[in-house]
């Protein structure tokens, strides 16, 4: 068996709290069977060191995007846009993006935007989309109307109702699950997730945040993809082989790398 993170945090601005050994961090995914990693942007700072982390050579294959957070919407969107257009050979993927109403750390109209200038950087260089919502798909689902689907679109983190996940399907979106899945308070997600055909399915850390129970309230890492992997398999009924087999063939096609 071997997982795939698709989606995680891992480059320097992000693992303090784990020392800042990202070596070390790799290690320990290997050594829990993560195979593959991919490494998100957030802003230009975190898009550069995403990049970075893939230069590291070691036992886990490593791929980056480059995005501007809707909580940084208001921020440095020409230097991502430079960075996505670097042509790094790692570089799969653009986002995270989005838009986030529950926080609101930027003004509505500036995540609208500069969400809607990633969808179109997204389709300008044929790269995946990697998309961060929250309270806000109503809005979500009017710009992906106006301004196009991706063809490869991911919505990660997925933490909405069933209704929500139908829809993000219905777009064309495929739905990445994270440790809230494993949270006590989180019933009507873990009834999304049960909805969500395999094919469309992936499983993510966000590390270093949400750690999975039992692990809930450490800084999360790579590592422990296989705790929610297995965690959703059960849920589903389903083997955890055959999850960790779909799941990382699901990654593998939506960012375009070697099949696993």
């Not at 989606?7 to 290997?30: K, Y």
């Not at 593959?36 to 230009?44: E, F, H, M, P, Q």
């Not at 499983?203 to 929610?228: I, K, Q, Y």
Request: hydrophobic letters at 45%.
């Amino acid at each position: 068996m071997s997982w795939t993170d698709a989606h995680c945090h891992i480059q320097e601005h992000f693992t303090a709290e784990l020392d800042g050994d990202v070596r070390a961090i790799l290690e320990r995914s290997a050594q829990a069977d993560v195979t593959r990693v991919v490494v998100v942007g957030t802003d230009a700072a975190t898009s550069a060191q995403a990049l970075a982390v893939t230069e590291l050579a070691g036992p886990v294959d490593i791929y980056a995007t480059v995005g501007l957070h809707p909580h940084e919407a208001t921020r440095e969107l020409t230097r991502v846009a430079e960075l996505a257009r670097s042509a790094h050979p790692r570089l799969v993927g653009i986002g995270e993006t989005g838009l986030d109403y529950f926080y609101e750390h930027s003004p509505r109209s500036a995540q609208r935007e500069a969400f809607a200038a990633q969808i179109a950087l997204a389709q300008e260089l044929d790269l995946a989309l990697v998309i961060h919502a929250r309270d806000a798909f109503d809005d979500l689902w009017a710009i992906l109307a106006s301004e196009g689907t991706p063809a490869r679109t991911v919505i990660h983190c997925f933490t909405g109702t069933p209704a929500e996940a139908e829809g993000c399907l219905e777009r064309g979106c495929d739905i990445s699950v994270a440790g809230v899945v494993t949270f006590k308070n989180a019933e009507s997600l873990r009834e999304a997730v049960r909805l969500v055909p395999l094919e469309r399915l992936h499983v993510e850390t966000d590390s270093p945040f949400l750690a999975p129970v039992p692990h809930r309230g450490r800084p999360n890492e790579p590592a422990l993809v296989s705790v929610v992997g297995r965690f959703v398999a059960e849920l589903r009924g389903e083997d955890p082989d055959e999850l960790a087999r779909a799941t990382s063939l699901n990654t593998a096609r939506l960012f375009r790398l070697a099949l696993p």
